[in-house]
């Protein structure tokens, strides 16, 4: 019931914020998200509802070992959730790879909980009108314990060097109908589209406010989204071939992004167009 309840208010706050973008259409996204925040008032994020659910899923027991999610280790030791996706994606020695805080959750309900994770990445990603997904609500949740907490990536173990350079390659790789790459966007300070700014990624402190600001709640879809599909939503802009979700190539892309942030302080779940 609780989550319900959550659900129906978060459905009722996105709907009220797309009503307000057409009011928003001839100012910069900026301006528009900051009269939206005061509206809301103290917290003016309605991703804190989602957070909300995304506890009560760590705490439920599920999958075929009735088993919660609270032995989980995101890197912090096992169900330490407090300032763990400040210093993600990095490397599991438990699965002798790096993961991003998504694959990380998969990892764990599928080894912890006995959760069939294919139904899950079918549905992380809500759609207009649904509830927010499971995934949606517990990266809510992790996010939200880091915030204000500075960025810190790890680059010690080789394979997160790797991913590293390998993330870097993917930035600046051409492709797709448009000869496009993640730089043509973000490498040159001032650039937009539309009435949506592109932070130059390049630019250390422009990269820990970007990076820093998600996950986040997007007012145009009444629905918080994840790293993950803002890297995939990306390259759907490019016309790039799908990035699918929880790839190498996904989390190799995020590493880059996020040690180039480190330093700045997480503020997220944060609230967006």
């Given at each position: 019931?609780?989550?319900?309840?959550?659900?129906?208010?978060?459905?009722?706050?996105?709907?009220?914020?797309?009503?307000?973008?057409?009011?928003?259409?001839?100012?910069?996204?900026?301006?528009?998200?900051?009269?939206?925040?005061?509206?809301?008032?103290?917290?003016?994020?309605?991703?804190?509802?989602?957070?909300?659910?995304?506890?009560?899923?760590?705490?439920?027991?599920?999958?075929?070992?009735?088993?919660?999610?609270?032995?989980?280790?995101?890197?912090?030791?096992?169900?330490?959730?407090?300032?763990?996706?400040?210093?993600?994606?990095?490397?599991?020695?438990?699965?002798?790879?790096?993961?991003?805080?998504?694959?990380?959750?998969?990892?764990?309900?599928?080894?912890?909980?006995?959760?069939?994770?294919?139904?899950?990445?079918?549905?992380?990603?809500?759609?207009?009108?649904?509830?927010?997904?499971?995934?949606?609500?517990?990266?809510?949740?992790?996010?939200?314990?880091?915030?204000?907490?500075?960025?810190?990536?790890?680059?010690?173990?080789?394979?997160?060097?790797?991913?590293?350079?390998?993330g870097k390659q993917i930035f600046y790789f051409r492709g797709g109908p448009y000869d496009f790459s993640c730089a043509s966007c973000h490498s040159v300070t001032g650039q937009r589209i539309r009435l949506q700014d592109l932070p130059n990624l390049n630019d250390p402190e422009l990269a820990q406010r970007a990076y820093s600001s998600w996950p986040a709640y997007r007012v145009s879809q009444g629905a918080l989204r994840t790293m993950q599909?803002?890297?995939?939503?990306?390259?759907?802009?490019?016309?790039?071939?799908?990035?699918?979700?929880?790839?190498?190539?996904?989390?190799?892309?995020?590493?880059?992004?996020?040690?180039?942030?480190?330093?700045?302080?997480?503020?997220?779940?944060?609230?967006?167009?």
């Amino acid at each position: 019931m609780k989550n319900r309840i959550l659900g129906i208010s978060v459905l009722m706050l996105g709907g009220a914020m797309a009503s307000l973008s057409s009011a928003y259409a001839a100012e910069s996204t900026a301006d528009g998200i900051a009269a939206y925040r005061e509206m809301l008032g103290e917290g003016g994020n309605p991703a804190e509802l989602t957070e909300m659910a995304g506890e009560d899923l760590w705490t439920q027991a599920m999958g075929t070992k009735n088993a919660t999610l609270e032995q989980c280790d995101l890197g912090m030791g096992p169900g330490v959730v407090k300032d763990a996706y400040a210093n993600m994606p990095r490397y599991f020695a438990d699965a002798d790879r790096v993961m991003d805080l998504e694959t990380r959750l998969l990892y764990c309900m599928e080894t912890l909980q006995g959760v069939d994770t294919k139904a899950v990445v079918k549905n992380a990603v809500s759609r207009a009108g649904e509830y927010a997904s499971d995934m949606e609500s517990l990266v809510a949740y992790v996010v939200a314990a880091s915030r204000g907490t500075p960025i810190s990536v790890p680059q010690d173990h080789q394979k997160e060097k790797d991913a590293y350079a390998r993330g870097k390659q993917i930035f600046y790789f051409r492709g797709g109908p448009y000869d496009f790459s993640c730089a043509s966007c973000h490498s040159v300070t001032g650039q937009r589209i539309r009435l949506q700014d592109l932070p130059n990624l390049n630019d250390p402190e422009l990269a820990q406010r970007a990076y820093s600001s998600w996950p986040a709640y997007r007012v145009s879809q009444g629905a918080l989204r994840t790293m993950q599909w803002r890297l995939a939503d990306c390259f759907r802009q490019q016309r790039m071939p799908v990035l699918n979700y929880g790839s190498q190539a996904s989390i190799d892309l995020t590493v880059y992004l996020a040690a180039n942030a480190n330093g700045g302080k997480m503020d997220a779940p944060g609230l967006k167009r």
